[in-house]
């Protein structure tokens, strides 16, 4: 596979704890990703954060906190991206999801 130029950055920010059907919400949302065939998805895991609530989620020691931020990213062609939307719909409760342009100098396979 080829990707080059314009694409969609699909950003995920949910919580570490979140679920879907039994199993972590960013896992559900990588292996779905891959299901349909997207470029690729990466997990990043936060040491600190916010969100709706504006709870601090933080992985001080003396804040354990077992509910740290999460954000998934995705690029791919915006048709592809488009079209994994509903899923993401169907399947974040709680969180927040973006998109931008961006483009892509380089991915390639072998």
Do not use: C, N
Not at 35 to 58: D, E, N, P, Y
Not at 63 to 77: K, N, R
């Amino acid at each position: 596979m080829k990707l080059e130029g314009e694409a969609k950055l699909v950003r995920i920010f949910i919580g570490e704890s979140d679920r879907w059907q039994g199993k972590p919400l960013y896992e559900a949302i990588v292996l779905e990703a891959k299901r349909q065939g997207l470029a690729g998805a990466t997990v990043f895991k936060g040491v600190m954060g916010f969100g709706a609530h504006s709870r601090i989620h933080s992985a001080k020691i003396l804040q354990l906190s077992e509910d740290l931020p999460v954000m998934i990213e995705i690029v791919d062609a915006e048709e592809k991206v488009r079209a994994f939307l509903p899923a993401l719909e169907a399947m974040v409760g709680e969180g927040l999801v973006t998109m931008e342009r961006v483009e892509v100098i380089r991915y390639r396979h072998r």
